[in-house]
């Protein structure tokens, strides 16, 4: 049996839908990542998990009870859970009374308290701020006060909103490494909204996308992310080669696609006819300046369009009769002599390629 489950959930403010038909299992300890845009209803849906707010319609099922809107248990249930906000608050006191609010409020005594808080504090790394005033910690010491807080009531299942997105790459980087230890740790369920789609890929189980409200596909990190399930899906999780063709060959599951003028070689169960979309991500594409041998099926030749630098790595656009955009190092770029006019070779194999139906 889930842990909590929803079914068929719908949520409207002033008229407006923003969650559509939303039906979810979360198991016990399982971490599972909510990843989508900004606006697609992820803080929505992890308030109405919380049993924050009421659903327009739809089921909540917390150990097999319906927790809809059943006002005698929801606040008991709702004390074996914790919500991390994007924003969160600290009261001005201390670092370790800030951490121990939630136990008073319980009326739990002065020993237990002192003992979780120092196990919590412990976790987040903070023993030194102990007694330092909580309104003067930086946002990334904020937010594991924040994390501290609502594990210090041991609850069964923890909510994180957004937990890294206003922080610099070295506070999300210590975050990150506590949420880790936490889903390694602990044996809560652990529900957490993002954007970043890297973190939900480094922390989560499971992963559901969220997007306009509704979900489109739920799996695996590596299901999500190398085999998507619609265009939407894979535009959002980076998968930059889509195109469009038509199966024109087929030798037991190897096929050929046809995408305008070319062809490319991909696995694949779809028969001949089959209109199709191929996903290729752009650090399967590999760059060479000379027709190397290679076990990669599919090799084009052609110019250079386009470089964009994004840190360490270099966006590459090719025009080879398809438009091709890889992934690869400054220093690869740089050793390669690639840059913007030149002729080059761009390969992949066809075990990278992920096949989809393409419905009219």
């Known amino acids: ?9 719908v949520q409207k403010y002033d008229g407006r839908q923003v969650l559509k038909d939303i039906s979810l299992t979360f198991s016990r300890g399982e971490a599972f990542g909510l990843i989508g845009p900004t606006g697609a209803g992820k803080t929505t849906l992890l308030r109405l998990l919380d049993l924050l707010e009421v659903p327009a319609s739809g089921k909540i099922y917390f150990e097999g009870m319906d927790m809809t809107r059943s006002g005698k248990h929801r606040l008991e249930i709702r004390r074996r859970m914790s919500f991390v906000q994007q924003k969160p608050l600290v009261f001005t006191m201390s670092v370790y009374d800030n951490i121990a609010c939630g136990l008073k409020w319980r009326r739990e005594g002065h020993d237990a308290i002192h003992k979780k808080v120092d196990n919590a ?49 070295v506070s999300t980087s210590k975050v990150e490494e506590v949420l880790a230890h936490v889903i390694k740790e602990r044996k809560a369920t652990i529900v ?56 024109s060959e087929k030798d037991d599951n190897l096929v050929t696609i046809q995408v305008n003028d070319s062809t490319i070689q991909a696995v694949s169960d779809f028969e001949i006819g089959e209109a199709v979309y191929a996903f290729i991500r752009p650090e399967d594409i590999t760059f060479t300046q000379t027709k190397d041998r290679t076990s990669a099926r599919n090799m084009f030749h ?54 989809i139906r393409r419905w009219a």
């Open 302 to 355: 052609g110019k250079v369009k386009m470089m964009t630098q994004v840190g360490p790595l270099v966006r590459i656009e090719v025009d080879c009769g398809l438009d091709l955009l890889g992934v690869i190092t400054k220093m690869s770029a740089e050793e390669l002599d690639i840059d913007i006019g030149k002729k080059v070779y761009a390969s992949f194999k066809a075990t990278a390629i992920h096949v």
């Open 121 to 169: 504090l412990e976790l987040v790394n903070l023993v030194e701020y102990k007694n330092r005033n909580a309104k003067t910690l930086s946002g990334g010491e904020t937010q594991r006060v924040a994390i501290a807080r609502a594990l210090v009531t041991e609850p069964e299942v923890l909510f994180l909103d957004e937990p890294t997105a206003n922080l610099d790459p």
């Open 1 to 9: 049996m889930a842990l909590l489950e929803t079914i068929s959930l």
């Open 192 to 247: 957490m909204a993002t954007h970043d789609m890297s973190q939900g890929q480094r922390l989560a189980d499971r992963i559901g996308v969220l997007t306009g409200g509704e979900i489109m596909q739920i799996g695996s990190p590596n299901e999500i992310f190398c085999m998507p399930k619609n265009t939407e899906v894979a535009e959002f999780v980076g998968v930059e080669n889509i195109l469009k063709g038509v199966i």
